[in-house]
């Protein structure tokens, strides 16, 4: 199998890293300004009427097509930081943040609720069931799906303790088991069986069990994509049937050992207004675990976008599994005005007192429903990773 080394900016190591100095872009008083005046001409628009003509950003606009191009071909890592957010109401914040996002791609849903913007917040007391992003505590090495291009966060409420973003170069990983276990890369470069969550799957348009294998790891032009999504793995062993053998199983955890080891992720610790990007094809992302608060509307709170961008080179077919027609799809379930975090927070409060009321609030480490929660199959990868 032909799996070349990758030699490009974009295969670096945390520990060789600075990211305040090669990966961060601070907001000048200049572009403050433009963005207000951009967020006073959107007004009350909601998230879905967002678009580069509704959110003017004339001279900002050229400079985030750069940042784009740093993702493409760069480090594939964005942080913007420096931005004034205790002038602005959190509904401002995810205006504005919307705002900056469509200059850089088209926002798509995010699941079969057809959110366009996510709520990464602890609700799994509250909520049954809930994804990863939704479920507190760390989270494993992971791409989020091949329908986006790039995945980004804006931090409007840090966590009591802990929380910082992880992420890893994938193709610092790929070269590292080049060197020491290609065996291993080439299962890889195979991939696995993916399988949507239950209702993504509902609402799907393509098949809820991939009808071939997934490459995590494949190469064109010169650039390394990756696909990985562990809850899909996951799924498709629970729901969709499917047996990893021993050998599919010491690759992933491989992969991951690799990813959580001090010479290649790097620690972001968000500031409250920061905005992170990623180029969602060559850089895994994590999450460390945190000490939350006990109410939710004064928990860890980020806001996420996804993004297509319709001027890279597309994916290759083999590689796609959620695509654009199904995230399309989720749309019919959007409701408007469902993302902004007044009414998502309001929600979510409601929700929780009346839990509390009745007494009937969730134990989060537990599995709710019939098959095992992300946070109780993480941690059972995380006692093996920890035996080896």
Known sequence: ?????????????????DYRTEMMHRFTDDEVAEIDGALKACGDRDIAEISRETFPLPDMG?????????LLDGRGVVLMRGFPRDRYTADEMARIYVGLGVHLGRPVAQSWYGQLLGSVIDISDVVEKVRGYNAGGGQHFHIDTSACDIVSLMCLRRAL???????????????????????LLEVLYRGYYNHHHEMDAKYAVTA??????IPVMTQTDGRLTGVLDSGNLRYAVQMGGVTLDPVEIEAYDEL???????E???DMNFEEGDIQFLNNRTIMHARTNYEDHPDVARRRHLLRLWLRVDEWPARLAHQLFLTDAD???WLQNRRPFMELPSKYLAEMTAAQEKRRREQTVL????PSGTFPSARSWQEERDGVLAAR
């Open 327 to 329: 995230t399309t799809n």
């Open 264 to 266: 290649f992720f790097l």
């Open 363 to 366: 134990k989060p480490g537990q």
């Open 62 to 70: 050229q400079a985030l097509l750069g940042l784009r191009d740093e």
């Open 161 to 183: 303790s802990g929380g910082a973003s992880r992420i890893v170069s994938l193709s610092a990983v790929h070269n590292q088991l080049l060197d020491t276990r290609p065996d």
């Open 208 to 213: 809820p069990l991939s009808a071939e294998r």
């Open 256 to 262: 991951q050992r690799i990813a959580r080891s001090e």
């Open 1 to 17: 199998m032909d799996m070349p080394r990758i030699a490009t900016r974009a295969a670096w190591k945390g520990s060789e890293i």
